[in-house]
């Protein structure tokens, strides 16, 4: 769960807009961001990437609070990163209030490892996240999702996720997660095993006419 409000990070407003000017914020360690949402005006800021890019492997339902001169401590999730040529380019931080619903999207964290796989089935997985809504400090890290009991053809899907309580997921229940599939070598051959054995069959139904 979110454990909220524990985490700082500290901003400065930002008052330069120009290519060059972001340039030489990135040169000197830092990255652009906008801070915007609960009705508020949106407010750009800069922060330290390295303290930033701490931030990014907690997951964006992890609640913090951003201290920005002049407008005080805001929580906020990060909403958005943007990166360019594999760098982070620019971060968007969602202003939200503890007593009111969000959504965000939730990393799939799939757990076990599925039965049908000692059979030579592969376990392949078709999402890695959902969009989940609730209060901010009840938010979880992830969904857990468990694929040990999973045989070559079951599906996992998003009803079988346990969901925690007071947590909305924004997903059809039918919608496939995870499925064992026969291996296409293994099925290819199989299938001309059963084509050789047809041909077989023939040839002795017209030995016998």
Not at 114 to 137: F, N, W
Request: net charge negative; hydrophobic share 35%; charged share 25%.
């Amino acid at each position: 769960m979110s454990k909220g409000n524990t985490v700082q990070l500290q901003a400065d407003v930002r008052d330069e807009f120009t290519r060059a000017s972001r340039r030489v914020l990135r040169e000197n360690g830092g990255i652009p961001g906008v801070v915007y949402g609960a009705g508020e005006e949106s407010i750009p800021v800069a922060v330290n990437f390295k303290d930033t890019a701490k931030l990014f492997h907690t997951g964006r339902s992890e609640v913090f609070q951003l201290d920005i001169p002049g407008s005080g401590k805001i929580p906020v999730l990060i909403k958005d990163i943007q990166k360019r040529r594999g760098t982070v380019s620019h971060v968007d931080f969602l202003r939200i209030s503890m007593n009111k619903p969000v959504r965000v999207s939730i990393p799939v964290d799939y757990q076990g490892t599925a039965a049908g796989t000692k059979s030579g089935g592969i376990l392949q997985t078709q999402v890695t996240e959902i969009e989940v809504e609730g209060l901010p400090g009840e938010l979880p890290t992830t969904l857990e999702a468990d694929v040990s009991a999973l045989e070559v053809g079951d599906k996992l899907t998003v009803a079988d996720i346990k969901v925690p309580e007071g947590i909305t997921l924004h997903a059809s229940d039918e919608e496939i997660l995870a499925t064992v599939i026969v291996p296409r070598a293994v099925e290819a051959a199989e299938t001309v095993d059963d084509a050789d054995a047809e041909e077989a069959d023939a040839g002795e139904t017209t030995e016998e006419s």
